[in-house]
């Protein structure tokens, strides 16, 4: 009997080490995430047909398509995901840039409400225009998913990232909650899209 109770109790002790190991396999992944996205630089930007920028969080994502638009990076910026109560002027503001930029060069997005809305409105506008090649503006934790998602949308464009650090930073997880919240609930979203 006491043998039986012994096996038994091995037996269970073998669940705590399961858990403790894919907590820690699980804790691994998140780490490499916030890693690759905190080292992420946005390679020389090269010419492309046009440029997207997802909007979300500060006006440094906008900020940062405007300045490739207005450098001839190429020829026309979709702001995907505006807010339809946001006018051109409100964008002016926040993110700068010339207005005339805007006026001759920049689309607004105003349909898409998640990543996967950036991804439809996204496509949408490249085949309307027949653009082969796009500049992908975003934050830099967020660009994995982005582009997992795009590229699903529109599988024969092709897809240039250029990331940019926001208000939500990797690199500070381990000292500030919200960035540890924001990369934490991005990593979560962009595995289980990994995975579908």
Not at 41 to 56: E, S
Not at 117 to 126: K, M, P, V, Y
Request: proline share 5%.
């Amino acid at each position: 009997m006491s043998v039986d109770r012994s096996v038994y109790g091995r037996r269970l002790g073998i669940f705590p080490a399961l858990f403790f190991l894919l907590l820690g396999i699980v804790a691994f992944d998140f780490l490499m995430f916030a890693r690759r996205a905190a080292d992420s630089v946005p390679a020389a930007a090269q010419q492309a047909d046009a440029i997207v920028a997802l909007t979300g969080g500060s006006g440094l994502r906008i900020a940062a398509g405007v300045g490739l638009v207005t450098a001839g990076h190429g020829e026309r910026l979709l702001i995907s995901g505006v807010n339809p109560d946001v006018s051109i002027d409100d964008l002016v503001t926040l993110a700068g840039g010339a207005p005339e930029t805007y006026a001759c060069c920049v689309d607004i997005g105003y349909r898409a409400e998640t990543t996967i809305g950036n991804a439809e409105e996204t496509a949408a506008w490249a085949y309307e225009h027949g653009y082969a090649r796009l500049i992908i503006v975003t934050s830099d934790y967020h660009m994995p998913r982005s582009l997992i998602l795009l590229q699903r949308a529109m599988p024969d464009i092709e897809l240039q990232p250029h990331p940019v650090r926001t208000v939500v930073d990797p690199s500070a997880i381990l000292r500030d909650g919200k960035s540890f919240q924001g990369v934490l609930t991005e990593w979560a979203k962009w595995r289980v899209t990994a995975l579908g």
